[in-house]
């Protein structure tokens, strides 16, 4: 199955619904950073959230920065997601392992920590970015973000984003996020009935592992309130837009001395993106052209 996402309305639009799966992209993710298990779980609900975050946004190019630092061992991770479907991102310590937690999942919570921060990052493409702090509730991820929403954007939201992972990679991935729009927000039987449904399900990757698609889990949830799907289907992919010729640039930005020693010392530089792993290698050839791109511009 395809990493999509889609989108949906219920409740004469009080609802906003988005779904999206995210098996494929969760498990490259994997691949490229040898995560341990459960930092796939963690970097996999980020990636996700920060999917389901982009979604709501209108302007072309914006996109949703997540960066979430706990007290655990694997300490946090940061997630860059666009309206466009792309993501990527990174773990801070990616090869810490833990034993499942009391109920046999993957122990995310305990991995990144009970206490810390999730620092959320808007950016619409135009101004400054919109910015956002708020203190972790429990490290799981979902619940956290969903508190961002409720405590800085006043929104009540029901988030539920999952990760399977196991001996042959991620099998299953995703999230759904419901959020009750301002119009709607009032109506308290609403809101009980959502909140009711969600915390009946026993998580998300669960139904995607039943065999479920998006249209039939968002049924499952709101058929009976006036559901409608919207007929956009987005594919979403970890697309990281790391170069050479960035890393170039970050390597002028150095100056001509510290240029200099690496030809010196190393012949050369090594470089390797935090987001997707990507080692790249310039040559002296490239730090001498450097340095001389830097003695022409200082003329």
Known sequence: ?????????????????????????????????????VATAALGRGMTSGLLLASSMKREGSRVNLRIKGNGPLKGFLVDAGLDGTVRGY??????????????????????????????????????????????????????????LVTSEQTPSALLVGVFVGAQGVTAAGGILLQVMPKAARDEALVATLESRVSQLSGFTPLLR????????FEQLLGDLGLVILPETQIVRFDCHC?????????????????????EKDDGAEATCEFCSEVYQASSDHLAQLIEDLRTESV
């Open 91 to 148: 773990v801070d310590c990616p090869h810490v392992e833990l034993p499942p937690n009391a109920i046999g999942k993957l122990d995310v919570g305990g991995a990144i920590g009970r206490k810390g921060f999730l620092y959320v990052v808007r950016d619409v493409g135009y101004g400054y970015p919109y910015t956002s702090t708020v203190e972790l509730v429990s490290g799981e991820v979902g619940d956290d973000v969903a508190h961002y």
């Open 1 to 37: 199955m395809a990493d999509i996402l889609i989108k949906a309305t219920a409740a004469e639009g009080g609802i906003r619904a988005v779904g999206v799966i995210s098996t494929r992209l969760t498990e490259e993710a994997r691949v490229r950073h040898n995560l341990s298990y």
């Open 210 to 217: 039943s065999g479920k698609t998006l249209p039939q889990i």
């Open 243 to 263: 170069s050479f010729n960035r890393v170039l640039g970050a390597l002028k930005m150095l100056g001509e001395a510290e240029l200099q020693d690496m030809i």
